[in-house]
């Protein structure tokens, strides 16, 4: 994990679509400190589930990163990291309609791991009655609705590509 997302720190500083501070650009390197288990231990209690692997992996890593281009969101520090119903309620409600019952549903399900007030979203889904494996959304109206991910690793190598290709 730790070379992916140096690689992803850096193709997104070569992109250039945000503004990193001079410490980021030195480094090579868009993340935080990196949360400790007692802080891990915490976030699980609090939601009342075991995180999946490679999130823990991340947050152990870096807590939380600056958006590696302008089309994909922070990720947040665990310290702000909840369920989507505690944080936006008009959003899963505005996918609680006829047709999209099933993503309304999801969405209160799902624990908010990036972008609190931002246009997009990346969202951890748990493990349920139908499906025995955590699920990984971006998510924002003007996708529209989920682009689903089989993992961080996936998601973050998604990115990687997609700054290689536009800088």
């Not at 993503?103 to 246009?119: A, F, P, Q, R």
Request: glycine share 6%; no cysteine.
């Amino acid at each position: 994990m730790k070379r992916l997302f140096k690689q992803l720190s850096e193709s997104a500083i070569r992109l250039g679509d945000i503004v990193y501070a001079q410490e980021q650009i030195n480094k090579g390197w868009i993340g935080n400190k990196p949360a400790s288990n007692k802080e891990i231990k915490k976030l699980e209690e609090s939601l009342a589930l075991e995180l999946p692997e490679d999130y823990k992996e991340l947050i152990r890593l870096t807590n939380g990163f600056t958006a590696p281009n302008a089309i994909e969101p922070n990720f947040l520090s665990i310290e702000k990291v909840d369920y989507l119903r505690n944080i936006d309620q008009e959003l899963i409600k505005a996918y609680r309609i006829e047709g999209l019952e099933q993503v309304g549903k999801l969405l209160e399900e799902s624990i908010l791991i990036g972008g609190l007030y931002e246009e997009q979203h990346f969202l951890l889904i748990p493990p349920n009655k139908t499906i025995a494996k955590w699920r990984y959304w971006k998510f924002a109206n003007w996708i529209p609705g989920e682009e689903p991910y089989e993992n961080l690793r996936h998601y973050f190598k998604t990115i990687i590509r997609f700054n290689q290709d536009e800088s």
